[in-house]
Each structure stands twice: as structure tokens, then as C-alpha cells.
């Protein structure tokens, strides 16, 4: 039971490239989350998949697009990069929607744009 | 929107109670109080969740007052391995309001 794993672990991009962070859980959850988090600053929600087949923004989506492809993966893609998106990526699971569930959090994507 | 207030950082030595304290005025009726730990280089792990009194797990205790406009999370017996970020999250009701804030760093020295 690996529970939610992300990669890559590391990125780095100049400014335009495309890239796609993976993420995929094995824990059977229903809920999955897309956060970043900026130095000494807290996790910031990007977007958020409710269930499978649905996808929602957070509170910083724009420069980013998500995609549930099953119910273990949960994709985010940045379509043209730029160094206000560098930052560490933590992709997230839970049982159901809200903080009524725990949440499980991936070891994160430290991603740069140059 | 939901928000929580809680200190920037806090001090403490080996072996002492720690109670870090969250405001969160606006908390809506069906809204759960959370707390997440998170070491550096690592996601935030799950500590401990409550709605009112008192909830205690083996890692901490979570004291909610009845006006629930504030809770207090409670380490017993703090070591340097409890050195971390501490967040207070409330639920702000629709799942894409769950703030994080930038949390309590609490340091804990020898």
C-alpha cells in the first residue's frame, strides 16, 4: 500500500514549456486534490476532483488544467509555464469531499520555471 | 468564506505541554475543526479533528469551546521530533474552500 504517490519529484522548466505533474493513490478514494505551497506560505488549493469524472477549481486554478482519468490518477498540467508557478506541488486523497475526511498527502513535486 | 487566525511561530523545550490556539470567528454551524502537522520537504499529515468539548487521540488533544469561535490544540510532552508547521483548518462549507492559512511553525529545543 504505497498510498499516494507523485511524480516527478523534481522539474525544472523554462518559462513556456508544457509539462504534466502525475498523481495516483491506492487507497480507493473518492476525493482528490491538487495543492501548492510558496515558502512560508500554507498549501493554496489548485483544483479538486470530488469524484471520478468530476473536477472543480480551488482558489488558484488559473495557469493550470486538471484531469481525473480513473479513480487512482489525478493529472495536473501546466500548459505554458512561468516562474510565478514555481513552487512545491502536493497532490492529495480522502475517503470523501471536505475536511470531514482525512486527507493523505503525496511527498510532493518541487517544481521550478526558469 | 471561513477563515482561522493562528500564531506565526511559538517556542518551547523538551518534555513541556504545548497549546497552540486558532480563531476562527466565522465558523459555520456544520463546520469540523481540523489540525494537520507538516515536517519539511514532506505533505501535511492528519492530526487530529473535533466539533465541539474535547477530542484526544495518542498524538494530541483538541479542546473546542462551546461558542466554537476558537479551539486550542494540545501537545503533552513535546521532543524534537514534534518540531513543525501546525495548521488549523476549518471546512468553509463547499469543498473548495478548504484554507490552509500559513500555519504555527513550532520549534522545540533540547
Known amino acids: 500500500n504505497a498510498g499516494v504517490t507523485q511524480t516527478p519529484k523534481f522539474q525544472v522548466l523554462k518559462t513556456g514549456q508544457s509539462m504534466t505533474l502525475q498523481c495516483a493513490q491506492d487507497?480507493?478514494?473518492?476525493?482528490m486534490y491538487w495543492y501548492r505551497q510558496d515558502p512560508g506560505m500554507g498549501l493554496r488549493l489548485i483544483y479538486y476532483?470530488?469524484?471520478?469524472?468530476?473536477?472543480d477549481k480551488g482558489e488558484v486554478p488559473n495557469g493550470y488544467n486538471v484531469s481525473r482519468l480513473n479513480k487512482r490518477e489525478f493529472s495536473l498540467r501546466l500548459e505554458s509555464a512561468a516562474p510565478s508557478q514555481t513552487s512545491v506541488y502536493f497532490c492529495?486523497?480522502?475517503?470523501?469531499?471536505?475536511?470531514?475526511?482525512?486527507?493523505?498527502f503525496g511527498p510532493g513535486t518541487r517544481l521550478t520555471v526558469t | 468564506l471561513a477563515k482561522t487566525t493562528q500564531p506565526i511561530s511559538m517556542d518551547s523545550y523538551e518534555g513541556q505541554e504545548v497549546n497552540i490556539t486558532c480563531s476562527h470567528n466565522?465558523?459555520?454551524?456544520?463546520?469540523?475543526i481540523t489540525w494537520y502537522q507538516q515536517f519539511p520537504s514532506q505533505g501535511p499529515r492528519f492530526i487530529i479533528q473535533?466539533?465541539?468539548t474535547k477530542v484526544t487521540n495518542e498524538v494530541a488533544s483538541l479542546f473546542i469551546p462551546a461558542d466554537r469561535k476558537s479551539s486550542t490544540l494540545s501537545l503533552p510532552r513535546v521532543s524534537l521530533s514534534d518540531t513543525a508547521v501546525y495548521y488549523c483548518?476549518?471546512?468553509?462549507?463547499?469543498?473548495?474552500?478548504?484554507?490552509f492559512g500559513k500555519g504555527t511553525k513550532l520549534s522545540v529545543k533540547p
Open positions: 492529495a486523497s480522502s475517503v470523501g469531499g471536505g475536511l470531514l475526511y482525512e486527507q493523505y
Open positions: 487507497m480507493n478514494h473518492n476525493s
Open positions: 476532483s470530488a469524484s471520478e469524472g468530476t473536477t
Open positions: 466565522n465558523i459555520a454551524t456544520n463546520d469540523y
Open positions: 473535533g466539533y465541539k
Open positions: 483548518l476549518s471546512w468553509g462549507g463547499s469543498q473548495g474552500n478548504l484554507i
